[in-house]
């Protein structure tokens, strides 16, 4: 069974730029989630998905963040402009369960290492 | 907000040795998730705990879940070379239908052969 695909997995910018990452989860997966993992830290959930439908962003800075699952599937995470804060690896992850339940079996990807110059 | 504290930051270990560590907070958690990530890598679940007191092995590693719901420990026994990665609790917190997932900040194990 493929694993959880991301792209790319580097990425070079200036501050005031736009980025997007992309993530295709586990066929099936009903709920995708995006983390925020600044290095020498534990990932930090910026949203959860399930289907096509948003379920928690909390945590998501929606002044410069967005995000979308299309058709519930593929799911891109964007940033504009980006400032150097938002350096960190931006992991996508997705579960075939839906409800609290779900984070009891979460697949992560590689992720996407951004930098912000 | 709720926060977890893992402790140590880092060991450096002689393969054939065990190893503990351990998660510690002020708020209590339904379930308690160990993670291993290696670099260049996601996380990968190790092992979850979901009762409190609970004790659960997978092969050379060994969990608990603290009888106050607030902490929770991961030990390896006779540790090898490939066992070197970053360990991350994770405590897992239940409010209606949704859970709040907050991780800890790790611990890097190096493991001298």
């Known amino acids: 069974e493929a694993g959880v695909a991301q792209s790319p997995r580097y990425k070079i910018i200036e501050k005031r730029q736009s980025v997007a990452f992309w993530c295709n989860p586990i066929s099936g997966h009903a709920t995708l989630y995006w983390y925020q993992q600044i290095l020498g830290q534990g990932p930090k959930l910026l949203i959860q998905?399930?289907?096509?439908?948003?379920?928690?962003d909390s945590q998501l800075p929606k002044d410069r963040f967005s995000a979308e699952r299309l058709k519930g599937v593929d799911s891109t995470l964007k940033i504009q402009p980006a400032k150097l804060e938002d350096s960190a690896v931006y992991l996508c992850?997705?579960?075939?369960?839906?409800?609290?339940?779900?984070?009891?079996?979460?697949?992560f990807g590689p992720g996407t290492r951004l930098t912000v110059l | 907000g709720q926060q977890l504290n893992q402790s140590p930051q880092s060991m450096f270990i002689q393969e054939g040795e065990d190893v503990s560590m351990n998660c510690t907070s002020s708020?209590?958690?339904?379930?308690w998730l160990w993670y291993k990530q290696e670099p260049g890598e996601g996380p990968v679940l190790l092992i979850a705990l979901y009762k409190a007191g609970e004790l659960t092995s997978n092969g050379r590693l060994t969990a608990q879940f603290g009888i106050t719901r607030k902490d929770s420990f991961l030990n390896i026994s006779a540790s090898i070379p490939s066992d070197v990665g970053i360990y991350f609790c994770a405590g897992l917190s239940y409010g209606g239908s949704q859970g709040n997932l907050i991780f800890g900040k790790g611990t890097k194990l190096s493991v001298k052969p």
């Open positions: 998905f399930q289907n096509n439908g948003v379920v928690d």
């Open positions: 992850a997705s579960s075939p369960w839906t409800s609290r339940f779900s984070y009891n079996e979460q697949f």
């Open positions: 708020s209590i958690f339904n379930t």
